[in-house]
């Protein structure tokens, strides 16, 4: 059974950092796609960044390019590095993997695994 455990959400003040894990377990040799999504309250949940199983190809929301870097280490574990964050990225922020090769930004459409989500809360 495949499962997505987030860890290294928290508290941090406007223009700081957060490093954010996703580690899987489970059979993931049909995975294509990890990706980090987010949702604020009130809001739908939104694309953050993605990244190939591989690690070759990466792609990012407009809203953090520049400033939040998607990445993997050994081969189950990915992470979301964030920096100069603002209190517009508060919200929890969801690891998924999608078995599609062709997965992009659609939460419902392309993804099909999640974890329980990770609070951020940037303060002013």
């Known amino acids: 059974q495949v499962q997505l455990v987030e860890s290294g959400g928290g508290v941090v003040q406007a223009g700081g950092s957060l490093r954010l894990s996703c580690a899987a377990s489970?059979?993931?040799?049909?995975?294509?796609?990890m990706a980090w999504f987010r949702q604020a309250p009130g809001e739908e949940r939104e694309f953050v960044a993605a990244?190939?199983?591989?690690?070759?190809?990466t792609f990012y929301a407009d809203s953090v390019k520049d400033r939040f870097t998607i990445s993997r280490d050994n081969d189950k574990t990915r992470y979301l590095e964030m920096n100069n964050l603002k209190p517009e990225d508060t919200a929890v922020y969801y690891c998924?993997?999608?078995?599609?090769?062709?997965?992009?930004?659609?939460?419902?459409?392309?993804?099909?695994?999640w974890g329980q989500g990770t609070q951020v809360t940037v303060s002013l």
């Open positions: 998924a993997a999608s078995d599609s090769y062709f997965a992009g930004k659609d939460p419902l459409r392309d993804y099909n695994y």
């Open positions: 489970g059979p993931t040799f049909n995975f294509y796609y």
């Open positions: 990244i190939s199983w591989s690690g070759g190809t």
